[in-house]
Antibody, heavy 122, light 107 residues
Framework: QLQLQESGPGLVKPSETLSLMCTVS??????????WGWIRQPPGKGLEWIGS???????YYNPSLKSRVTISVDTSKNQFSLKLSSVTAADTAVYYC??????????????WGQGTLVTVSS | DIQMTQSPSSLSASVGDRVTISCQAS??????LNWYQQKPGKAPKLLIY???NLVTGVPSRFSGSRSGTDFTFTISSLQPEDIATYYC??????????FGQGTKLEI
């Protein structure tokens, strides 16, 4: 059974870079047809897609965050990571990683990691 | 960008009720819409993909349909374990994936 687990600091100072890791277990991150995505959810609010990456390195980012986001993959460790620079309080959220199936006509996020709360505060 | 308008934002119903949630796209997205369930304190879970396809293992009381740019998510007979927030998500406006605002379902 595929499982994803986020890890990283729970507190980041304003203007610094948020860095999170997602470890995939129970399956290979190098699977065809699957991207690997990051989605966030501010406390009490809805979901926002951040970006997705294919194991070979192809990335897609939310245009509203693109200038600050970098997603990378380490196939040897079955992990992918998120970096979000110049954070502000508006970036405080629960950050989820998820498997992202990209096909036609199907395209979905499942399963998801349990999520990790990142607070931006001095 | 395609805007997704989900309604209602909250809903109170009784066990056994038929529950419907709507999601309207600002333009044609064909069937490119998914529905997720998020229980309190948990990660979202995919229930329906491609507007009307039920994920394997999801109870058959859940269903989805489409009429033009209007999408409907239905629970035919509400169960206590269905208490959650439900989100629609479009994947027509690639590479931007957007979610509806969510519908909080209470008993």
């Amino acid at each position: 059974q595929l499982q994803l687990q986020e890890s990283g600091p729970g507190l980041v100072k304003p203007s610094e870079t948020l860095s999170l890791m997602c470890t995939v277990s129970g399956g290979s991150i190098s699977s065809n047809s699957y991207f690997w995505g990051w989605i966030r959810q501010p406390p009490g609010k809805g979901l926002e897609w951040i970006g997705s990456i294919y194991y070979a390195g192809r990335t897609y980012y939310n245009p509203s965050l693109k200038s600050r986001v970098t997603i990378s993959v380490d196939t040897s460790k079955n992990q992918f990571s998120l970096k979000l620079s110049s954070v502000t309080a508006a970036d405080t959220a629960v950050y989820y990683c998820a498997r992202h199936f990209v096909g036609v006509p199907e395209n979905w996020f499942d399963p998801w990691g349990q999520g990790t709360l990142v607070t931006v505060s001095s | 960008d395609i805007q997704m308008t989900q309604s209602p934002s909250s809903l109170s119903a009784s066990v056994g009720d038929r529950v419907t949630i709507s999601c309207q796209a600002s333009q044609d997205i064909t069937n490119y819409l998914n529905w997720y369930q998020q229980k309190p304190g948990k990660a979202p879970k995919l229930l329906i993909y491609g507007a009307s396809n039920l994920v394997t293992g999801v109870p058959s009381r859940f269903s989805g349909s489409r009429s033009g740019t209007d999408f409907t998510f239905t629970i035919s007979s509400l169960q206590p374990e269905d208490i959650a927030t439900y989100y629609c998500q479009q994947y027509d406006d690639l590479p931007l994936y957007t979610f509806g605002q969510g519908t909080k379902l209470e008993i």
